[in-house]
T-cell receptor
Framework: EPEVTQTPSHQVTQMGQEVILRCVPISNHLYFYWYRQILGQKVEFLVSFYNNEISEKSEIFDDQFSVERPDGSNFTLKIRSTKLEDSAMYFC??????????????FGPGTRLTVL | QKEVEQDPGPLSVPEGAIVSLNCTYSNSAFQYFMWYRQYSRKGPELLMYTYSSGNKEDGRFTAQVDKSSKYISLFIRDSQPSDSATYLCAMNTPGGSYIPTFGRGTSLIVHP
C-alpha cells in the first residue's frame, strides 16, 4: 500500500541553524501538508501546498519557514534559523485531491526535531 | 472555549473491554468527523471517517456523531493490547481546505 515517507526520522540541531525536513508524498496525490506536534500537545497545521504554491498557512508558519517541491517527488520544509520552541514532531501529509467528501489526508511517520 | 476538546487520559482497560472515546466541539459548521490512531512516535493513521450525524461501523470500531450535542464518540469492542495508542479526533467544515482541527488525543492502554 502506498505511504508517505519522511526523512530523517530524528534531526538534532543547534539553535540558529537551518534545517530541511524531507517528505515523499503518495505518488498520485496533489495536495501536500506540513503539521507539527509539540510533545504532549495536539497536532497543529502549518501549511498546505498545491500546484507548486502555498494554498494556506497558519500563523505559526512565519518567515522562518518555507516549503518547496524541488522535483516531482519530494516536498520539503525548511526552517531558516531554528529556535528552541521549534522542537517538535513534524508530520507531512498528502491528499489525492478528489472532489468528494471522503478525500482525506494520509500522514507520514514524522521527523522528530530537537533544537539544542 | 477550545474548538475541539478531548480528555487526554490515560484510559486504562483490560483486554476484551469495550472502550468509549469522546470529543466535544464548539463550531457548529463542522460536518466531517474523523478518528485517527497514533502509535508512539508515529504519524496519525486514519481509522474512521463520518459525515454529519449518525453511526458508522467498521469491524470492532464504531464512530458516532451527535451534532445536536456537538459530541462525537469512538467505540472499540473486544479491545486488544494492540489497540494501545493515542486516539485523535479531528473535524472540518464542508467546502473548505480539508484541513482538520484536531483534539489533543486520548491515550488508551489495553492491558492483557
Amino acid at each position: 500500500e502506498p505511504e508517505v515517507t519522511q526523512t530523517p526520522s530524528h534531526q538534532v540541531t543547534q539553535m540558529g541553524q537551518e534545517v530541511i525536513l524531507r517528505c515523499v508524498p503518495i505518488s498520485n496525490h496533489l495536495y501536500f501538508y506540513w503539521y507539527r506536534q509539540i510533545l504532549g500537545q495536539k497536532v497543529e497545521f502549518l501549511v498546505s501546498f498545491y500546484n507548486n504554491e502555498i494554498s494556506e498557512k497558519s500563523e505559526i508558519f512565519d518567515d522562518q519557514f518555507s516549503v518547496e517541491r524541488p522535483d516531482g517527488s519530494n516536498f520539503t520544509l525548511k526552517i531558516r534559523s531554528t529556535k528552541l520552541e521549534d522542537s517538535a514532531m513534524y508530520f507531512c501529509a498528502s491528499r489525492r485531491g478528489l472532489a468528494q467528501s471522503t478525500d482525506t489526508q494520509y500522514f507520514g511517520p514524522g521527523t522528530r526535531l530537537t533544537v539544542l | 472555549q477550545k474548538e475541539v476538546e478531548q480528555d487526554p487520559g490515560p484510559l486504562s482497560v483490560p483486554e476484551g473491554a469495550i472502550v468509549s472515546l469522546n470529543c466535544t466541539y464548539s463550531n457548529s459548521a463542522f460536518q466531517y468527523f474523523m478518528w485517527y490512531r497514533q502509535y508512539s512516535r508515529k504519524g496519525p493513521e486514519l481509522l474512521m471517517y463520518t459525515y454529519s450525524s449518525g453511526n458508522k461501523e467498521d469491524g470492532r470500531f464504531t464512530a458516532q456523531v451527535d451534532k445536536s450535542s456537538k459530541y462525537i464518540s469512538l467505540f472499540i469492542r473486544d479491545s486488544q493490547p494492540s489497540d494501545s495508542a493515542t486516539y485523535l479526533c479531528a473535524m472540518n467544515t464542508p467546502g473548505g481546505s480539508y484541513i482538520p482541527t484536531f483534539g489533543r488525543g486520548t491515550s488508551l492502554i489495553v492491558h492483557p
